[in-house]
């Protein structure tokens, strides 16, 4: 069940979405509240799961990993699907992996340095698993969108 929250927990994710590390006093400064406020509403906030961490984002691109794909996953019998995501955790390469609907049992989203990389990931780890029995790769030419929900009103 979701947690209720009003306008101003929404504002405040908002302004902690666009800079995770604004500080608190500058966020009641803009929302016309006191600094207590918002730091008592982040508090609450994070004590009911809401707010789970902070982020830094990085370009990987920028430090050798141009390539990201996303890789549609046959399973050959769903109830292996615990034990071939334990497994697939270890991938470093693998950044995402959701269990999904449709053809595909899992989705997974991977950076890699180079095209060889890739090979080797799909045809000596993915597909040499048991589990395993299909893959189809979907490499990333570009990305228009990349971003957080908005959540201002």
Known sequence: MATEI???DRQILEHLRLDS?????????????????????VNKMKSEGIITGSRMT???DQIG???AAFIGIKLARA???????AELHSFPQIVELHYT??????FAKVLVSNMKELHELLSEKLQALDDVQSTETFVILNTYIDRELNLSP
Request: charged content about 30%.
């Open 58 to 60: 990085i370009d990987y």
């Open 21 to 41: 590390r604004k500080p608190f006093l500058e966020i009641a400064r803009e929302l016309n509240v006191s600094g207590g406020t918002i730091h008592a509403r």
């Open 79 to 85: 109830r292996g699907f615990k034990e071939i995501q």
């Open 101 to 106: 609907t449709g053809f595909y049992s899992l």
């Open 6 to 8: 009003d306008k101003l």
């Open 65 to 67: 990993y141009s390539i």
